[in-house]
């Protein structure tokens, strides 16, 4: 008789425990991978959408009221709200909205890991709360487009994002405004992809997404890279040899750039959020926008401890802080 061949029952379970022990172990990191690409997808489809409906609206200033005593306690503060109900409704599709004190209502995570991974804070509720360098004299006062610390309204999507909205009505153009980002913000919103269902983290489910200038919006969504490079650079070097910012960003990786000044403005509002509390000093960071060309040229810089935006000659070292292209 033919004798056949073939594997003991010891064999198969042997083969299928190593099986079992490589899914355990690369599995975990494939599903990461997975809602990763689904939530950069979703970012972007979502900044989409923001910015078509921000585009369309003929002004993002004076919505609500906000009032305070002299002593700086808000009397009526209807301005976020105001916004979503009044001007971003009828542009853009909502289906639920919650005012002050009832973000969770909305899916608002009541606390998120910032983009260090390390850190967990209390979601703000407020505009001081999102970044108190916006407020409390860190900027000349009694100027035109002077921020107010106006608290934070909350609407869901149709396609089930969370969205934090941070609204300053007295944002002008441009233009009319002083060398400080905080006059030049108009709205701030910080999202969560998921509602309050996890990870919870900005760089991944939550983010931020930032519309300048009361007159010609600019809506800007800049992912941001976990740290800086490690020190200051020029921004344009005649020397082939020397690192300046945007080979920093490249020795970073491959995938990052410098953000322009609208979207490294935006890292300076969400500082927080990303955790940026070191090297915010006398020297502020490059962005990607130029002025005029050679290392006696001219780039605009952010500074992140004053709020200034400057015109820097490009031979000067700054921080570099890159975003995902």
Sequence with gaps: MKKTKGFTLAEVLITLAIIGIVAAITLPSLLVNVNEKAWEAQKKALHARLAQAIGQMNTLGGYGTYTEDEDGTATADTAAESFILDALSKVYKINNVCGPDK????????KI??????????FPSKMSELNEKLLNGYHQANE???MADTKAAAFETVNGESVAVFYNPLCGSDSSLSQYTQNKMCVNFV???????GPNEVGKDVGFITAFYNKNPVVVAPRPYKMNYASTVPHYSDNADTIDAPKACMALGEDLRLPDRDELAALFVN????????????NGYW????????????AWGQGFYLGTRSKDTRSTKLFVRCIKK
């Design 191 to 197: 999202y969560d992809l998921n509602g309050s269902e």
């Design 113 to 122: 890991t910032t983009l260090d991974a390390v850190s967990e804070i209390t």
């Design 271 to 282: 500082a927080p959020l990303i955790n940026l509390t070191g090297q915010t000093g006398s």
């Design 144 to 146: 035109v487009g002077d």
């Design 103 to 110: 973000l969770s209502s909305c899916g608002i995570p009541s």
């Design 287 to 298: 962005s990607g926008s130029v002025i005029s060309l050679g290392a006696s040229g001219l």
